[in-house]
């Protein structure tokens, strides 16, 4: 049988998601069961074991396709990326109405009321979606009403259906200095290839999770002599965005932050260590 990517394809020797089935082999094949992050951030990761590092992050209001539950674990799909892995059970709840809402700064607060001056219930990334089901106004601040009665700064979120183009380098900027962290894909901490996917996604772009899937599915190869704002380039197991010609932005483990860079600066360091680079894209045509 054939053997698939196990980040992008569910499947065990005990069971696997339906669409596989003849070209895997499992003991039971299952549709799955929808469901939704419902805590800010959650790791998702390769094993069910909290030892494990982290292959990716999901969001608030993010959908997952559930294939199975045990010792407080889900193995899980999810809808954005297909990324599979697994997550705490507590991390999902299903029945949730559907979002409205995406949060467009890098992080905000929700707040038990709408209310500023309350302690914050919780700390949420650009790209969490939420349901709105009113508003309310509190000296002078807008608010947006959850369906649970917390509350979130009005000019913090967009409707969904309002992300339909823009610059992601101006997206991507704006996480300059968010901590470093390898599986990252928040405004809490952030890896290369999760900056690129999340500043994409609020443009209204999709994009693969990991630095492999975009270096051969992100966009058209070009050479670095045709380089401007908005292409990418690579190094195995790195990616970085052009600012300009010669600037590039990247969470990266040398700064433990997103930076600017010079590119031929950051290609000389880079290769002490990790080689030249492998090969330049562009993604907005």
């Known amino acids: 049988m054939t053997m698939l990517d196990r ?35 959650v790791a998702l990761r390769p094993a069910p074991e ?21 010792d407080g674990w889900c193995w899980v799909k999810a809808a954005s990326d297909g990324y599979v892995g697994y997550l705490p059970a507590e991390a999902l709840s299903e029945g949730r109405p559907a979002p409205t809402h995406i949060v467009t700064v890098p992080r905000t607060f929700l707040y038990p009321e ?15 979606r939420i349901h709105v089901a009113g508003e309310a106004e509190t000296r002078g601040n807008h608010y947006l009403v959850l369906e649970d009665g917390t509350a979130i700064f009005a000019r913090h979120v967009q409707p969904i259906g309002a992300l339909d183009g823009g610059d992601y380098v101006d997206i991507a900027a704006r996480f300059l200095e968010t901590p470093y962290l390898w599986g990252g894909r928040s405004g809490l901490g952030i890896d290369c290839s999760g900056l690129v996917q999340l500043a994409m996604l609020m443009v209204g772009r999709q994009a693969p999770r990991d630095t492999d899937m975009q270096a051969t599915g992100l966009g058209q190869p070009i050479e670095r002599s045709e380089i ?8 195995k197991g790195h990616v970085a965005v052009f600012e300009d010609g010669e600037t590039i932005l990247h969470a990266n483990g040398h700064s433990m932050t997103v930076a600017r860079e010079n590119f031929e600066a950051a290609v000389d360091r880079i290769a002490r260590l990790y080689e030249q680079p492998t090969g330049y894209r562009r993604v907005m045509l």
């Open 114 to 128: 709408p209310e500023l001056r309350k302690p914050h219930r919780a700390i949420l990334s650009m790209g969490s």
């Open 50 to 70: 909290l030892a494990r590092g982290i292959d990716t992050e999901l969001l608030l209001g993010e959908a997952v396709t559930v294939f199975d539950r045990a």
């Open 228 to 235: 401007r704002r908005g292409d990418l380039a690579f190094w």
């Open 7 to 41: 980040r992008l394809h569910a499947y065990r020797p005990d069971l696997a998601e339906a669409e596989l089935e003849g070209k895997v082999e499992a003991s039971r094949f299952v549709e799955g069961a929808p469901a939704r992050v419902s805590v800010p951030v």
